[in-house]
């Protein structure tokens, strides 16, 4: 059981969500209480880095296609 708290799956699924929240964040901070810029374009950077890392682990854990 403690193998499935961290297989790939599992992380690709918190990566997701955490994706998700910030997204989240992001258009509500745009919307109803601007940021400051600096803090905006943090937010920005790191939703981009999930996104970077959660198409490194979906190429990772899908078999790879016949050429």
Sequence with gaps: ???NLHSPQRRLIE???EH???DSLIDQASVERPLDE???RR???RR???RDQIATLEM???PPEPA
């Design 1 to 3: 059981m403690d193998d």
């Design 15 to 17: 990566l997701r969500i």
């Design 20 to 22: 998700g929240d910030l």
């Design 38 to 40: 600096l803090t905006l």
């Design 43 to 45: 937010l920005k950077k």
């Design 48 to 50: 981009l880095a999930l």
């Design 60 to 62: 990772r854990l899908s």
